[in-house]
C-alpha cells in the first residue's frame, strides 16, 4: 500500500496544484480534506468533486460550522478575545480546528503526512505544525508553498501543464481567509500602510458611512453563551450569523490594523467581524455587571495572554488549557440581557439587566433612598492613601 499524505485542501490554486505535486515528487495518494467553518463561497461538494479530480484518491468534507462556533468562537467570546486589544482572532481560531480534523483523517486513513498550502511569512503555518505537533506528533509535515518556493506563476503553469480543472484566468488583487467569526484581507495595494482600504475589500459589511436607519437588538446570555437574540432561542452558530446579518448592515466590524506576527514581522491586515465584534461588546458589558471587581480585573490579564496564545498557535498547549478553566469559571454568573444600538459603524449599549447584576441601585444612587453609608468613607480615604502620604512626608523631607 502505498504512503498516504493528508492535505488540508481548500479549493483554489495552491492546494489543488499540492495534490498532484505531492504525488508526483514523494510517489504517495493524497486524501483531501475540507472543513466547512461557514465561510461561504463555493458549494463544498464542488470542492470535493474538484479534490478527486485534482488527483486525490479520497477527498473528506466536513461540516464543523456548529463545532467551530460551540468550541472554538464560544471560548473565544468568554474570553473577550482581541489580539493587541482590536483582532478578534478570525483565521487564528479556525486553524485548531482544521488541525483537529486532519490528525482525525490521517489517522482513518492511515496516513503518515499531513500537507498544507501556507507560506513562510505568515502564522498559520506555525499554527498547522504546532496544532500537529500537539495532537499526533508521530505525523510529518509537508508544506510545499513554503518549502519549495512556489510562486503563483509557478502554479499556474503546472496546472496547465497538466490540464487541472481550476480556473486560474480570475486573480483576486487580495488574498482572502473568512468563516463565519469574520474576514481577513491582506497583500495587494494594502500592502502600502498609507493606502486607504477601498469598498471592494469589504464583503461583511455595508459602508458605515452610508445613512440608514439604527437598529436596535437584545442579546440574552446564559452562563456566558449567547442563547437568544430578541428573545428568539438562537444556537451559537445561528447568533453569530445573525449578527454577522444586522451587526453587518450596518457597517459594525471593520478593522484596518497593522499587527504583529508571530513570526516576527508587521503586517497590514483588513479584518471583518460584525458578529463577533458585536458579541463581545455585548458580553463585555454584562461581565461588567455581574462579575465581582477583583475578578474583573485579573480575567482582563488572562483574556490578553489567551488570545497571545491563540494567535500564536498554542491552541493545544497547558497554558491555554488552564486559562480555559479559569475562564469557564468566571462564566457562571454571566446570564442577563444586554441591549444595543446598531448603527454607522458601531454596536453601542444602551440598557443592561441580568439576576446576577452586583449593581445595587439604593447603592449607586444619589437620590432619596440611598442606602449608602457615607459616614464611613472619610476614614476608608485616610487609610487608603495613608501608605502614600507616609512615603510622600519621607521625600519631601530629604
Same mark, same amino acid.
Given at each position: ?23 508526483? /515528487? ?5 486524501? =483531501?480534506?475540507? +472543513?466547512?467553518? $461557514?465561510?461561504? *463561497?463555493?458549494?463544498? @461538494?464542488?470542492? !470535493? ?54 490528525? /482525525? ?5 492511515? =496516513?503518515?503526512? +499531513?500537507?498544507? $498550502?501556507?507560506? *513562510?511569512?505568515?502564522? @498559520?503555518?506555525? !499554527? ?271
Amino acid at each position: 500500500m502505498s504512503e498516504r499524505v493528508v492535505l488540508a485542501y481548500s479549493g483554489g490554486l495552491d492546494t489543488s496544484v499540492a495534490i498532484g505535486w505531492i504525488a508526483e /515528487e514523494t510517489g504517495a495518494e493524497v486524501v =483531501a480534506v475540507a +472543513v466547512d467553518l $461557514g465561510q461561504g *463561497g463555493e458549494d463544498m @461538494d464542488t470542492i !470535493r468533486k474538484r479534490a478527486l479530480d485534482c488527483g486525490a484518491v479520497e477527498a473528506v468534507v466536513a461540516d464543523a460550522r456548529d463545532e467551530f462556533a460551540d468550541q472554538y468562537c464560544l471560548p473565544a467570546l468568554q474570553a473577550n478575545a482581541l489580539y493587541m486589544d482590536r483582532y478578534p482572532l478570525v483565521s487564528a481560531l479556525s486553524r485548531p480546528v482544521i488541525v483537529k480534523h486532519l490528525a /482525525e483523517a490521517a489517522k482513518y486513513h492511515g =496516513a503518515t503526512t +499531513v500537507s498544507h $498550502g501556507c507560506t *513562510g511569512k505568515g502564522n @498559520d503555518q506555525v !499554527r498547522f505544525e504546532v496544532g500537529i505537533g500537539a495532537l499526533a506528533p508521530d505525523l510529518k509535515v509537508i508544506a510545499p508553498v513554503r518549502d519549495y518556493a512556489w510562486t503563483r506563476e509557478k502554479a499556474i503553469a503546472w496546472a496547465e501543464d497538466r490540464n487541472l480543472p481550476i480556473d486560474v484566468s480570475k486573480k483576486s488583487p487580495y488574498s482572502v481567509d473568512q468563516n463565519v467569526w469574520g474576514r481577513a484581507v491582506e497583500t495587494g495595494f494594502l500592502e502600502d500602510i498609507w493606502n486607504a482600504p477601498i469598498e471592494d475589500v469589504y464583503s461583511y459589511t455595508q459602508n458605515p458611512a452610508e445613512p440608514r436607519d439604527a437598529d436596535e437588538v437584545v442579546v440574552t446570555f446564559d452562563k456566558g453563551v449567547p442563547v437568544a437574540i430578541d428573545g428568539e432561542t438562537v444556537t451559537v452558530l445561528q447568533a453569530i450569523q445573525e449578527l454577522n446579518r444586522r451587526a453587518g448592515a450596518q457597517g459594525v466590524g471593520r478593522l484596518d490594523m497593522v499587527e504583529d506576527r508571530l513570526i516576527g514581522i508587521k503586517s497590514r491586515e483588513i479584518y471583518e467581524a460584525p458578529g463577533a465584534l458585536a458579541l463581545i461588546t455585548a458580553h463585555q458589558e454584562l461581565e461588567n455587571v455581574t462579575l465581582e471587581r477583583d475578578l474583573a480585573r485579573f480575567k482582563r490579564q488572562v483574556e490578553q495572554r489567551w488570545g497571545e496564545l491563540v494567535y500564536d498557535g498554542l491552541w493545544f498547549s497547558p497554558l491555554k488549557y488552564a486559562l480555559d478553566s479559569f475562564i469557564e469559571n468566571t462564566q457562571q454568573h454571566v446570564s442577563g440581557d444586554i441591549r444595543m444600538v446598531l448603527h454607522g459603524g458601531r454596536a453601542v449599549v444602551t440598557g443592561r439587566r441580568s439576576d446576577e447584576s452586583l449593581y445595587d441601585f439604593n447603592l449607586a444612587t444619589y437620590d432619596e433612598g440611598d442606602t449608602f453609608d457615607q459616614t464611613l468613607a472619610k476614614g476608608f480615604v485616610q487609610l487608603w492613601g495613608l501608605p502614600s502620604k507616609i512615603a510622600a512626608k519621607r521625600d519631601l523631607g530629604k
